[in-house]
Nanobody, 128 residues
């Protein structure tokens, strides 16, 4: 069974940094992708970034472009999201997620209904 374990959330001041990690187990699909979503209180879940596991191609939503960096460590089966210059509006529960075929997100967009596997959420709180 595929399992995704997210970690690294916490409380940080505006302008600070955090790194989230998503550890994947039971996951050996070369043409897959792992990404991050977030959901703020009262808002819809938003896809913010993903990385293709075979070629490390990345995608970022405009809301995080230039501030967040996604990377993969295949040897450790881990995908990291380095978040810098955090803003109060980045406060949300962050979820890692995966798709069996990266083309689903590439063609359909980084949307929740295309996700095949979800990890549990990790809370990020950015204080002003």
């Amino acid at each position: 069974d595929v399992q995704l374990q997210a970690s690294g959330g916490g409380l940080v001041q505006a302008g600070g940094s955090l790194r989230l990690s998503c550890a994947a187990s039971g996951f050996t699909f070369a043409d897959s992708a792992i990404g991050w979503f977030r959901q703020a209180p009262g808002k819809e879940r938003e896809g913010i970034s993903y990385i293709s596991l075979s070629d490390s191609n990345t995608y970022y939503a405009d809301s995080v472009k230039g501030r967040f960096t996604i990377s993969s460590d295949i040897a450790k089966n881990t995908v990291n999201l380095q978040m810098s210059n955090l803003k109060p509006e980045d406060t949300a529960v962050y979820y890692c997620a995966a798709v069996r075929y990266r083309s689903n997100w590439f063609r359909g967009g980084l949307t929740s209904f295309l996700v095949d596997w979800w990890g549990q959420g990790t809370l990020v709180t950015v204080s002003s």
